[in-house]
């Protein structure tokens, strides 16, 4: 399976590295500059990704290379790993646009948080753009759905540098299709990533649920955490953060209620896993 990343960050890097241990043929799409400050030789062409892992332990992945907008062409490829925050995708869209037009058949795979609309109950009929992030719902419409893949990720990892990621335990990335016709294409995945032993995944019928429960602490703890200037296991801990941080919890369920989603959240446990 050829697969193209978009978005070499902590996230993209370490599915990178762990799709291409697990077998895949995985190659990097940057921006042309980073190719001279990413590799040493320029006559390189297969850049190295480099996972600090636990116990001061250090993994060196070879990648198939390094790719840019007019080069991406260059190989075939069956499918493209978004692994940017849903607000830098608009960015991306001419990119995007070429890819689709070269790979019309491709499958694409959003990960970190998904695309939009994934936190709808019906994303494969529904048609309301969230215009915050999508505007005039250019995106909705430049990537077809039936060929779409969603991924939650949960990782500690974190972006030390160009191809360097601390990897302080090994995460969890929860998978699933749009359309049963990217079923397989979503299972194969998630054994290629199983067995990197880098990445554990698992293929869901729905993302809804762990989406929505995901973002009870994006939109609670970690910008608390941020303006408090404390660390999350901390401020769960803070007896007057943690109050507070239970009714920012309740307000995102309200929203939660408001668009559909059913599920039944427990603020309590959210806190907790969080500590």
């Keep these: ?40 030789d320029p006559k390189d062409l297969e850049p190295m990704l480099e996972l600090q892992l636990p116990a001061n332990q250090k993994e060196r992945v070879r990648i198939d290379g390094l790719y840019t907008t007019p080069t991406f062409h260059s190989r075939k490829w069956d499918g493209i790993v978004l692994a940017v925050k849903a607000q830098q995708l608009p960015r991306s869209m001419n990119d995007l646009e070429r890819f689709f037009h070269v790979f019309p058949k491709a499958w ?52 030390l540098g160009l191809g360097h990621i601390r990897v302080p335990f090994v995460g969890q990335v929860e998978l699933s299709e749009v359309h049963p016709s990217q079923r397989n294409v979503c299972a194969q995945l998630c054994r290629i990533l199983n067995q ?47 109050e507070k941080l239970r009714d920012l919890i309740l307000e995102v369920i309200a929203v939660a209620r408001a668009c559909g989603i059913k599920r039944e959240f427990n603020p309590e446990k959210r806190l907790k896993d969080a500590a």
Excluded: F
Aim: net charge positive; aromatic share 6%.
């Design 1 to 40: 399976m050829n697969i193209l990343i978009l978005g070499v960050g902590a996230i993209g890097g370490l599915v990178g590295a762990s799709l291409k241990k697990g077998g895949a043929t995985v190659g990097l799409w940057v921006r042309e500059e980073a190719t001279t400050n990413w590799l040493r």
């Design 108 to 159: 694409h795979l959003t990960i970190v948080n998904g695309i939009p609309w994934w936190y709808l109950p019906n994303p494969s009929t529904e048609t309301a753009p969230l215009a915050s992030v999508d505007p005039r719902g250019k995106l909705r419409a430049l990537l077809p759905l039936e060929q779409g893949l969603g991924g939650v990720a949960w990782s500690g990892a974190a972006n």
């Design 196 to 242: 990197s032993h880098l990445l554990g995944a698992e293929h869901r019928s729905s993302l809804l649920d762990t989406i929505w429960y995901k973002l009870l602490g994006n939109a609670t703890i970690n910008p608390l955490s941020v303006i408090k200037n404390m660390k999350q296991d901390v401020l769960v801990n803070d007896a007057g953060s943690h």
